[in-house]
């Protein structure tokens, strides 16, 4: 299982990115895909998640902010992230729970400042 997140930068306080997680491996279209972050010094936060029947949930911080989403014939999840904020600035992973364990990718970078 390999997921590979791309998509993070650098940008002021209000703008928007999009991240992307490559997914591969395992059977992408029916399992839920998670994407999670870790602020400095904070601990890892849930962000949101999409099901294999694309039900999606988010942290209440994002909510109205971010969109996650699913391409299964590119086997990719995205996360569309608008009105971005200074507290917004994390690393970026996206997981899957499969065959009984957590798999995580290495992780994106987004910095908001401006």
């Known amino acids: 299982v390999q997921l590979q997140a791309s998509g993070g930068g650098l940008v002021q306080p209000g703008g928007s990115l999009r991240l992307s997680c490559k997914a591969s491996?395992?059977?992408?279209?029916?399992?839920?895909v998670d994407w999670y972050r870790q602020g400095p010094g904070k601990q890892r936060e849930f962000v949101a998640n999409?099901?294999?029947?694309?039900?999606?949930n988010y942290a209440d911080s994002v909510k109205g902010r971010f969109t996650i989403s699913r391409d299964n014939v590119k086997n990719t999840m995205y996360l569309q992230m608008n009105n971005l904020k200074p507290e917004d600035t994390a690393i970026y992973h996206c997981?899957?729970?499969?065959?009984?364990?957590?798999?995580w990718g290495q992780g994106t970078l987004v910095t908001v400042s401006s």
């Open positions: 491996g395992f059977i992408f279209r029916l399992n839920t």
């Open positions: 999409i099901t294999s029947g694309h039900t999606t």
């Open positions: 997981k899957v729970f499969y065959r009984y364990r957590d798999y």
